[in-house]
């Protein structure tokens, strides 16, 4: 048997599933007669999880549980966790303890807990020992054994614990049941062979593997025909798409081959690692109409020594050189990217360096965050003398900082003509909608609500911190 087919979960075993799909249905509808229970699904973290989230949701419909947004009233509770920072851990924690008073109202409430944090031994183990009332666990590489787990779960006088360590798997043709009409996402590749030194999700999603070209496009393609409007293609590092497939491809070459299918629609794409993005990357962006102008380009720091202790295999000239060839080639295409303050000895001098980087590329915004400690990881052997109120100064520091570029950027467009996908109503004020540009600004108009899941043209009157204002073009 070839490497790959031990990756893919064969048709048989999930034909294994179908049937305690089955089972499961039968119970429900013994024990629930003519109400339908109930399941309240809520993933925390990054698409990837909210991606699974979705077809969690899609498994749970076909043994037939509808939906709801309040756990007070659910029979079922499934909470996908992210273990990426502690804030992210506890949060969890939290909300898994206020479950304890809604199922000693409901005590057939069923507690299920999946998602990255499951995947680390120590937090299993707490689990087990101090909360009692959670009634199943399982991983993140046996998502698609959810109908077998909530069967076990309501049919044994035990908790149920299905957490096998795992190098990860692919899984097809699972159901989905989408969040948005208008937004998907298309998962390219699972897992991380990185390991940058403060990162958890290596740990605790697998080796790094790839779906089949056809299938991913397949997938595209019916979700054009149902009218969506914005695909984003996701994995932890979408460059080295197409390592150990049999057919040799690359990420720009998926990219070029989505670009061609028929339809009115988007392409955003998220995580590019620097290490892996190339000058063909931009040169595809340029030439893909579809494809958004949009760049997130994760930096992490702008101190050399900082990056090489984070294990990132860039330098910030290295950097600077990817980004100066797409500001030529692009004019109008925007950056983001994800900071991390306070790595383990980052002194002032480095955090200089974070700060004259942003300054430089002027990023259109920033997702920042304090270092957090991971256990297990490289970085957390490391010595830290910095405090955590040097690390609070630095992280606001770096905020007003990106603010004010944020500011300047914004400022650009007023009295502009941007096109924007409508998805939604806007925080602006009654009858405001709003929606993104293609370079992935907000933008908030007023407008019917029959626009919703539409592109219009609308002109740019006013520049907020975080979003742009405008009125739509007759
Ligand atoms: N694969 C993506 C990132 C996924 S995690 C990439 O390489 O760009 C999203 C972001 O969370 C990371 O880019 C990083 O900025 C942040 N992050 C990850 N681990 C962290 C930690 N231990 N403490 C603080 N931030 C962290
Ligand atoms: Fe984490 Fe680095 Fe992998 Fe991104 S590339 S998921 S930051 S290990
Ligand atoms: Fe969190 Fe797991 Fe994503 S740790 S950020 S949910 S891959």
């Given at each position: 048997?070839s490497?790959?087919?031990?990756?893919?979960?064969?048709?048989?075993?999930?034909?294994?599933?179908?049937?305690?799909?089955?089972?499961?249905?039968?119970?429900?509808?013994?024990r629930?007669k003519?109400?339908?229970?109930?399941?309240?699904?809520?993933?925390?973290?990054?698409q990837?999880?909210?991606s699974?989230?979705?077809?969690?949701?899609?498994?749970l419909?076909?043994?037939?549980?509808?939906?709801?947004?309040?756990?007070?009233?659910?029979?079922?509770?499934?909470?996908?966790?992210?273990?990426?920072?502690?804030?992210?851990?506890?949060?969890?924690?939290?909300?898994?303890?206020?479950?304890?008073?809604?199922?000693?109202?409901?005590?057939?409430?069923?507690?299920?807990?999946?998602?990255?944090?499951?995947?680390?031994?120590?937090?299993?183990?707490?689990?087990?020992?101090?909360?009692?009332?959670?009634?199943?666990?399982?991983?993140?590489?046996?998502?698609?054994?959810?109908?077998?787990?909530?069967?076990?779960?309501?049919?044994?006088?035990?908790?149920?614990?299905?957490?096998?360590?795992?190098?990860?798997?692919?899984?097809?043709?699972?159901?989905?049941?989408?969040?948005?009409?208008i937004?998907?996402?298309v998962?390219?590749?699972?897992?991380?062979?990185?390991?940058?030194?403060?990162?958890?999700?290596?740990?605790?999603?697998?080796?790094?593997?790839?779906?089949?070209?056809?299938?991913?496009?397949?997938?595209?393609?019916?979700?054009?025909?149902?009218?969506?409007?914005?695909?984003?293609?996701?994995?932890?590092?979408?460059?080295?798409?197409?390592?150990?497939?049999?057919?040799?491809?690359?990420?720009?070459?998926?990219?070029?081959?989505?670009?061609?299918?028929?339809?009115?629609?988007?392409?955003?794409?998220?995580?590019?690692?620097?290490?892996?993005?190339?000058?063909?990357?931009?040169?595809?962006?340029?030439?893909?109409?579809?494809?958004?102008?949009?760049?997130?380009?994760?930096?992490?720091?702008?101190?050399?020594?900082i990056?090489?202790?984070?294990?990132?295999h860039?330098?910030?000239?290295?950097?600077?050189?990817?980004?100066?060839?797409?500001?030529?080639?692009?004019?109008?295409?925007?950056?983001?990217?994800?900071?991390?303050?306070?790595?383990?000895?980052?002194?002032e001098?480095?955090?200089?360096?974070t700060?004259?980087?942003?300054?430089?590329?002027?990023?259109?915004?920033?997702?920042?965050?304090?270092?957090?400690k991971?256990?297990?990881?490289?970085?957390?052997?490391?010595?830290?003398?910095?405090?955590?109120?040097e690390?609070?100064?630095?992280?606001?520091?770096?905020?007003?900082?990106?603010?004010?570029?944020?500011?300047e950027?914004?400022k650009?467009?007023?009295?502009k003509?941007?096109?924007?996908?409508?998805?939604?109503?806007?925080?602006?004020?009654?009858?405001?909608?709003?929606?993104?540009?293609?370079?992935?600004?907000?933008?908030?108009?007023?407008?019917?609500?029959?626009?919703?899941?539409?592109?219009?043209?609308v002109?740019?009157?006013?520049?907020?911190?975080?979003?742009?204002?405008?009125?739509?073009?007759?």
């Open positions: 048997m490497k790959r087919e031990n990756i893919v979960v064969s048709k048989e075993d999930l034909k294994k599933q179908q049937v305690f799909t089955e089972k499961v249905r039968k119970i429900l509808e013994d629930y003519d109400t339908m229970p109930m399941a309240h699904v809520h993933s925390y973290g990054c990837q999880n909210i699974d989230g979705e077809k969690i949701k899609g498994m419909a076909l043994m037939g549980y509808g939906f709801t947004n309040s756990t007070s009233d659910a029979d079922l509770v499934i909470y996908n966790t992210c273990a990426i920072r502690e804030n992210a851990e506890d949060r969890v924690f939290g909300n898994v303890g206020a479950l304890k008073h809604i199922k000693k109202k409901n005590p057939n409430m069923i507690i299920g807990l999946c998602g990255c944090m499951m995947q680390q031994k120590h937090i299993v183990e707490k689990l087990k020992k101090s909360f009692p009332y959670v009634d199943l666990i399982f991983g993140t590489h046996v998502v698609h054994e959810l109908p077998q787990n909530i069967y076990n779960a309501l049919t044994m006088d035990k908790r149920v614990f299905n957490v096998p360590d795992s190098d990860g798997v692919i899984v097809e043709d699972l159901p989905i049941k989408r969040d948005g009409t937004k998907a996402w998962p390219i590749m699972y897992g991380c062979n990185n390991f940058c030194t403060y990162c958890i999700v290596p740990y605790v999603r697998g080796r790094e593997r790839s779906r089949e070209p056809e299938l991913i496009l397949n997938e595209i393609k019916q979700l054009i025909s149902e009218g969506y409007k914005e695909i984003t293609l996701l994995g932890q590092n979408v460059n080295s798409y197409g390592k150990g497939l049999d057919e040799e491809i690359t990420f720009s070459e998926l990219l070029r081959r989505i670009n061609a299918l028929d339809g009115d629609f988007r392409i955003r794409f998220m995580t590019s690692h620097p290490k892996d993005a190339t000058k063909e990357l931009i040169d595809t962006i340029a030439e893909c109409d579809k494809v958004c102008n949009h760049l997130h380009l994760p930096v992490q720091s702008g101190s050399d020594r990056l090489k202790l984070m294990n990132r860039y330098n910030r000239e290295q950097y600077m050189e990817l980004i100066n060839y797409a500001k030529a080639k692009i004019p109008d295409l925007s950056f983001t990217s994800d900071i991390i303050v306070g790595f383990p000895t980052e002194t001098e480095d955090f200089k360096g700060i004259d980087l942003i300054k430089e590329v002027e990023y259109d915004s920033l997702f920042t965050f304090i270092y957090s991971r256990v297990g990881t490289k970085a957390a052997e490391m010595e830290d003398p910095i405090t955590n109120k690390k609070s100064e630095r992280f606001q520091y770096l905020l007003d900082v990106q603010k004010d570029i944020g500011v950027k914004y650009k467009y007023v009295g003509t941007v096109r924007v996908l409508v998805d939604g109503e806007g925080k602006s004020g009654e009858d405001y909608l709003t929606g993104r540009t293609d370079n992935f600004i907000i933008v908030d108009f007023k407008g019917d609500k029959s626009l919703i899941g539409q592109f219009v043209d002109e740019i009157t006013q520049a907020l911190n975080w979003a742009l204002l405008g009125k739509i073009c007759e």
